[in-house]
T-cell receptor, first 115, second 117 residues
Framework: ELKVEQNPLFLSMQEGKNYTIYCNYS?????LYWYRQDPGKSLESLFV?????AVKQEGRLMASLDTKARLSTLHITAAVHDLSATYFC???????????????FGTGTLLAVQP | DVKVTQSSRYLVKRTGEKVFLECVQD?????MFWYRQDPGLGLRLIYF???????EKGDIPEGYSVSREKKERFSLILESASTNQTSMYLC????????????????FGPGTRLTVL
């Protein structure tokens, strides 16, 4: 069974600090997605990573993908309060086995940035 | 920009009522999805559709049905609403792999928070 695990599940950090959220998955996939969800809102696409070694950056967030380790990281640099949200990673289910078009989502990481 | 809209942001229904949740996307996407999201349980796939009139069960289809008569519209139906179906319902769409698209990025609607009393 394909599993996507994120850690930590909850992260409280101070403004100005750096931290990393980890996303491990159990299938051979080179397509990984990061989403952000604000409280009470829907999911917003942040990054699409499409190959081993892919790195994408937007503002204080940087995502990378290591398909050999089946690991993606979301690095937060000099956190600000506006980054407080829940972050989800997701992986294509069986992309090369027939492209079911479905994504498997991680459990989410709730990030709280304290002033 | 892709736009996915859902018919209601908030909905309150009574136990036993038939409930329709509507989702419309404007980007000619092949795939559409219905999820529910509950605290501590993450996103769970209810149903998805990869073409008009085509559907496939997700992880938790019991108590739900779907309809896709037109490509842009995907409806979720609660045949007889129950209190355990109180949840946030999220609709999403993705382009599909036809036409050279090689990934499955999904785009989400704003969500419908359904309360069943």
């Amino acid at each position: 069974e394909l599993k996507v695990e994120q850690n930590p599940l909850f992260l409280s950090m101070q403004e100005g600090k750096n931290y990393t959220i980890y996303c491990n998955y159990s299938t051979t996939s080179d397509r990984l997605y990061w989403y952000r969800q604000d409280p009470g809102k829907s999911l917003e696409s942040l990054f699409v990573l499409l190959s081993n070694g892919a790195v994408k950056q937007e503002g204080r967030l940087m995502a990378s993908l290591d398909t050999k380790a089946r690991l993606s990281t979301l690095h937060i640099t000099a956190a600000v309060h506006d980054l407080s949200a829940t972050y989800f990673c997701a992986v294509d289910k069986d992309f090369y086995g027939g492209a079911t078009n479905k994504l498997i989502f991680g459990t989410g990481t709730l990030l709280a940035v304290q002033p | 920009d892709v736009k996915v809209t859902q018919s209601s942001r908030y909905l309150v229904k009574r136990t036993g009522e038939k409930v329709f949740l509507e989702c419309v996307q404007d980007m000619d996407h092949e795939n559409m999805f219905w999820y529910r999201q509950d605290p501590g349980l993450g996103l769970r796939l209810i149903y998805f559709s990869y073409d008009v009139k085509m559907k496939e069960k997700g992880d938790i289809p019991e108590g739900y049905s779907v309809s896709r008569e037109k490509k842009e519209r995907f409806s979720l139906i609660l045949e007889s609403a129950s209190t355990n179906q109180t949840s946030m319902y999220l609709c999403a769409s993705s382009p599909g792999l036809a036409g050279g698209i090689s990934y499955n990025e999904q785009f989400f609607g704003p969500g419908t928070r359904l309360t069943v009393l």
